[in-house]
């Protein structure tokens, strides 16, 4: 069983096509959305679907993505959880294929978002299938802090390039290309800009320059005592 975790703020119109996605593409999964306290138009659309829906306990800001990930992956209790977003669609067979490759060390799948070109190229995964004993184990940051899934210092942007470099660098990752969860993003042209959009992307560099300074650090440490903060 697969546990589709959906980190969401403020845009409540998109809650049903995304449950309807899911369901349509036949995956033996089950949708979680993570709500921020007091954005109700937000919960009550995401309840109306019958999807489990989770309260966080704090406001909205810098980390929210990640934190929100991260609460999810602790309470729930799947053997796999799916990093996603609601701007996705799932395609027919995305979950049976992405499980298939969870073999051996085998800890992140990234999925196929037919819009970034270094995804499609299988450089790293948007939005990818995490196997919890990998978590468990492991952790998913540079850190390898177990139980933790991703980096809470990134404002929204990099998270998942370090979850899929730390997974690489334990030769703990793959790229599942025929596996197609597709992107609608107004980077693509395929979603329009909206206030939760352009507060992703408010502090794309200061992410940026997180990110290639914790991944410079991780390459000094082994994998096996890795410490970054």
Same mark, same amino acid.
């Given at each position: 069983m697969i546990e589709v975790l959906v980190p969401v703020l403020?845009?409540?119109?998109?809650?049903?096509?995304?449950?309807?996605?899911?369901?349509?593409?036949?995956?033996?999964?089950?949708?979680?959305?993570?709500?921020?306290?007091?954005d109700r138009p937000q919960i009550a659309a995401c309840e109306a679907t019958g999807a489990d829906v989770l309260v966080v306990g704090w406001a909205a800001g810098p980390g929210d993505f990640a934190r929100k990930i991260n609460w999810g992956f602790a309470h729930t209790e799947s053997d796999y959880i799916f990093m996603g977003a609601d701007d996705i669609e799932f395609a027919p067979r995305?979950?049976?294929?992405?499980?298939?490759? &969870? !073999? =051996?060390?085998?800890?992140?799948?990234?999925?196929?978002?037919?819009?970034?070109?270094?995804? &499609? !190229? =299988?450089e790293f995964g948007t939005h990818c299938l995490i196997s919890r004993d990998y978590i468990d184990t492991h952790g998913g940051t540079f850190d390898g802090t177990p139980g933790v899934v991703l980096h809470e210092g990134y404002d929204h942007n990099f998270v998942d390039r370090e979850l899929c470099e730390a997974a690489k660098r334990r030769r703990a990752f793959a790229f599942a290309p025929q596996s197609v969860v597709y992107h609608h993003h107004p980077l693509w042209r395929t979603a329009k800009w909206d206030p939760t959009y352009r507060k992703a992307l408010s502090r794309?560099?200061?992410?940026?320059?997180?990110?290639?300074?914790?991944?410079?650090l991780a390459k000094r440490t082994p994998n096996r005592d890795i410490v970054v903060r």
């Open positions: 403020s845009r409540p119109a998109n809650a049903k096509p995304l449950a309807d996605s899911l369901a349509a593409s036949g995956a033996d999964a089950t949708l979680t959305f993570l709500c921020t306290g007091g995305w979950a049976d294929i992405a499980v298939r490759m &969870m !073999r =051996g060390k085998i800890g992140v799948v990234a999925t196929n978002d037919k819009a970034n070109r270094q995804v &499609m !190229r =299988g794309f560099r200061d992410d940026q320059t997180l990110f290639l300074e914790r991944s410079r």
